[in-house]
């Protein structure tokens, strides 16, 4: 559990050429793009599945 260091906001880190101290530890650097890329394999998913339930029913006449 990362708490506030999964997702930390850094006004400054939005400069260009930010090169500032990372927030929290090393391993929560890479927590919070960890999640959201599984997440977004979860929503491809299930897209994936409606739209063959979609060609399916528009083959079968349904």
């Not at 339930?53 to 079968?60: D, H, V």
Request: proline share 6%.
């Amino acid at each position: 559990a990362m708490g506030p260091y999964a997702a930390p906001f850094v006004e400054a880190a939005l400069d260009e050429g930010y090169a500032g101290e990372p927030i929290g530890p090393d391993e929560a650097a890479s927590a919070a793009a960890l999640y959201f890329n599984n997440r977004k394999l979860s929503i491809f998913g299930g897209s994936n599945e409606i739209q063959k339930n979609i060609i399916a029913k528009m083959m079968l006449g349904l």
